[in-house]
């Protein structure tokens, strides 16, 4: 079984920084691709970043050039460099990675409040 484990939300002023992380643990043999997605209240869960095993980075046009996602292969965690924050961006963010076909998982979600 996998489990993720996210951690870096909080507070934080518009115009600000934060840094997520999300560690997989279990029997992981391979992680092809890791990303994050938000949900706002009221809104569907929407793609922020993914990063694919070859580093490719793929973002939403709203994050691109303020987010930053990168990956540890050697540790399974994926990270995302949040910077100039929004108060647009507050929201709940789940980390999900995908292992093979069918084989994805979600994590529990860390907030994310921006007070502007």
């Known amino acids: 079984q996998v489990q993720l484990v996210e951690s870096g939300g909080g507070l934080v002023q518009a115009g600000g920084s934060l840094t997520l992380s999300c560690a997989a643990s279990?029997?992981?043999?391979?992680?092809?691709?890791m990303g994050w997605y938000r949900q706002a209240p009221g809104k569907q869960r929407e793609l922020v970043a993914t990063?694919?095993?070859?580093?490719?980075?793929n973002y939403a046009d709203s994050v691109k050039g303020r987010f930053t996602i990168s990956r540890d292969g050697a540790k399974n965690v994926v990270y995302l460099q949040m910077n100039t924050l929004k108060p647009e961006d507050t929201a709940v963010y789940f980390c999900?990675?995908?292992?093979?076909?069918?084989?994805?998982?979600w994590g529990q979600g860390t907030q994310v409040t921006v007070s502007s």
């Open positions: 990063i694919t095993l070859g580093n490719n980075g």
């Open positions: 279990g029997t992981i043999f391979r992680i092809n691709t």
């Open positions: 999900h990675i995908l292992r093979g076909p069918g084989e994805g998982t």
